[in-house]
């Protein structure tokens, strides 16, 4: 099998990988999250939401909190394969991330959203009623959720 065949057969098993453990429910908060940049490609490819994932970006714009309904830090993130992500984590549930600025590196785990400029993460933190799989943002030593 060539390296690209091999390459796309990742993509897709990750992706058939990730719809079944992308539930949401609080039975899904021990199983795992398909993490990286091949999996959110594909997300965006496909136009899918409701996906549970992780990966790790750098901060390209800080943007100002969101403040209908409930409150959410907004951010940009640029991940190494060059597709951008909104950051939208809720800080009436989870703290805020303190001291983040544009060219840090944050990590998170949350749930995509299809957008045409990339995609959104939410549900970074976790959640207080118990029945969703929880999330969280690292940043300088410090996990958030």
């Not at 098993?13 to 940049?37: K, R, T, Y």
């Not at 991940?79 to 989870?94: E, F, M, P, R």
């Not at 805020?96 to 549900?123: K, N, P």
Request: proline content about 2%; glycine content about 12%.
């Amino acid at each position: 099998m060539t390296g690209t065949k091999a390459r796309l057969l990742t993509v897709l098993l990750l992706w058939s990988w990730a719809g079944m453990v992308a539930g949401g429910c609080a039975a899904d908060q021990g199983a795992e999250v398909p993490i990286g940049d091949a999996v959110l490609a594909k997300a965006f490819e496909d136009r899918a939401s409701d996906l549970q994932v992780e990966d790790q970006g750098t901060v390209v714009r800080i943007l100002k909190d969101d403040t209908e309904g409930g409150r959410h830090q907004r951010f940009v993130v640029r991940l190494a394969s060059g597709q951008t992500l909104l950051i939208a984590h809720n800080i009436d549930v989870a703290p805020r991330v303190e001291g983040l600025r544009r060219g840090d590196s944050v990590a998170f785990r949350g749930v995509y959203e299809w957008s045409d400029e990339g995609g959104t993460i939410h549900w970074t933190h976790h959640d207080p009623d118990g029945r969703h799989a929880a999330g969280w943002i690292r940043y300088d030593g410090r996990t958030y959720r």
